[in-house]
């Protein structure tokens, strides 16, 4: 029974492009949430997916952005990187009736240049 | 502001040593509460979580963590660490009626042998 799988597991992307990252959901999983965690610091909430609809959103400008997919994987999208979106992006899936047992995936290290 | 306060930034423990990690929460309200660890190279793992009940949560290998609500604080303890207990470990609080888990900053735990 596979875990939470986020690809890729790094990248390096330069000021101004965009990038995709990619979950999967651990198996019997349908709410993906995604977080961003910097240097030091701890997981900072990003947005959440259920039903392939934004349920809740945190504290993170419009270019931030997601999907989620009728097999419930998902993805984060960010425009016009900036330097400080440098950090471990990190994928987390729970089910519906349980969404506070969330499991983790390894996460996405960006690296912007 | 609303935080999760997690006051130690580094604990060095020697092995058989007692472990105490403070967490302070100021959302008011009915919260619930988590302890994850994140061992080198891993993926954030959940150690215990309170949902009501019992204030004493029994965790995982050993651990466990008290809440008092007056005092707005979910602590993490274990008797006896040993040198696998060296991990990154954060403190975590879902609002009441919020989809989403506050992290604390983490604490670096490093046990020597």
């Known amino acids: 029974d596979a875990g939470v799988t986020q690809s890729p597991t790094h990248l390096i992307k330069t000021r101004g492009q965009q990038v995709t990252l990619r979950c999967s959901p651990k198996?019997?999983?349908?709410?993906v949430s995604w977080y961003q965690q910097a240097l030091g610091q701890g997981p900072q909430f990003i947005f959440q997916?259920?039903?392939?609809?934004?349920?809740q959103r945190g504290n993170f400008p419009d270019r931030f952005s997601g999907h989620q997919f009728p097999n419930y994987s998902s993805e984060l999208n960010v425009n016009a990187l900036l330097l400080g979106d440098s950090a471990l992006y990190l994928c987390?899936?729970?089910?519906?009736?349980?969404?506070?047992?969330?499991?983790f995936g390894q996460g996405t290290r960006l690296t912007v240049v | 502001a609303q935080s999760v306060s997690q006051h130690n930034h580094h604990v060095i423990l020697s092995e058989a040593a007692s472990l105490e990690l403070g967490c302070n929460y100021s959302?008011?309200?009915?919260?619930?509460l988590f302890w994850y660890v994140q061992y080198p190279g891993q993926h954030l793992q959940l150690l215990l979580k309170?949902?009501?009940?019992?204030?004493l949560v029994k965790g995982i290998k050993g651990f466990e963590a008290e809440f008092i609500k007056s005092k707005f604080s979910f602590n993490l303890r274990k008797p006896s660490v040993q040198w696998s207990d060296t991990a990154e470990y954060f403190c975590?609080?879902?609002?009441?009626?919020?989809?989403?888990?506050?992290f604390g900053a983490g604490t670096r735990l490093t046990v020597k042998p």
């Open positions: 198996s019997g999983h349908d709410t």
């Open positions: 309170y949902f009501s009940g019992d204030p």
């Open positions: 975590a609080v879902n609002p009441y009626n919020n989809n989403d888990m506050r």
């Open positions: 997916y259920y039903e392939e609809e934004e349920r």
């Open positions: 987390a899936s729970s089910s519906r009736d349980r969404v506070f047992e969330a499991f």
């Open positions: 959302y008011g309200g009915t919260v619930n």
